[in-house]
């Protein structure tokens, strides 16, 4: 497809797991976004990777997190040892990057949920 | 320190009147300011933008207003409609940066 392709849609696991979450940009774009809305709340900005630059890793909450982008294109979000507060949709987004108006292209989402 | 701020977390109208929702933003550096719409379940998508030079930009029933001095853009809905209804984030991007959104408003267009 034409847009952001996030997987797996949803995930239940439990509290101490590994999960691994991915993203498939749109083709051509050089700028990844993660992001995760937690329930009632905004836009939490995690990761942001933009060419070959190094990431800003700023909004990750801990070293549970992590995320990769291999070959510019698809990135994979880690969390380690799932906690409870893990819980939310994780929103991945790709743009054009730099040279744009900043419009960014949201996937579905992965929910995930922590027992 | 939050740089992109929508201090109403929800807003209800009647259909067929105005919405008008706000944004207020602290670095004068943005270059673009973005609206997106929100449905449940789904990812936002884009509604409409307006470039840091710019005052106004109109699109259909929705236009965005900058006020560069206040440091606050506004997004007007005429006339609002039910399907309106939805999570509408406001986001500023800096071209040598990246992208930073509000915590986003409740819109509830009341048939």
């Known amino acids: 497809g034409a847009g952001v392709s996030q997987s797996p849609s949803n995930k239940v696991t439990e509290k101490g797991k590994d999960v691994e979450l991915r993203c498939d940009p749109i083709?051509?774009?050089?700028?990844l976004y993660w992001y995760r809305q937690s329930l009632g709340q905004g836009l939490e900005f995690l990761i942001y990777f933009q060419g070959n630059s190094a990431p800003d890793k700023s909004g990750l909450p801990s070293d549970r997190f992590s995320a990769e982008r291999t070959g510019g294109s698809v990135s994979t979000l880690t969390i380690q040892r799932t906690q409870q507060e893990d819980s939310a949709v994780y929103l991945c987004?790709?743009?054009?990057?730099?040279?744009?108006?900043?419009?960014?292209?949201f996937g579905e989402g992965s929910r995930l949920t922590v027992l | 320190d939050q740089q992109v701020k929508q201090n109403s977390p929800s807003l209800s109208v009647q259909e067929g009147r105005i919405s008008i929702l706000n944004c207020d933003y602290t670095?004068?550096?943005?270059?673009?300011f973005l609206w997106y719409k929100k449905y449940p379940a789904e990812g936002p998508t884009f509604l409409i933008s307006?470039?840091?030079?710019?005052d106004k930009n109109e699109d259909g029933r929705f236009t965005v207003f900058l006020n560069k001095s206040a440091k606050h853009l506004s997004l007007h809905i005429v006339p609002s409609q039910p399907g309106d209804s939805a999570v509408y984030f406001c986001a500023a991007f800096i071209r040598s940066g990246k992208s930073t959104f509000g915590d986003g408003t409740t819109l509830t267009v009341k048939p």
């Open positions: 670095n004068s550096m943005f270059d673009y």
């Open positions: 307006i470039s840091s030079i710019k």
């Open positions: 083709s051509g774009h050089t700028a």
């Open positions: 987004a790709s743009s054009l990057g730099q040279s744009n108006t900043g419009e960014l292209f």
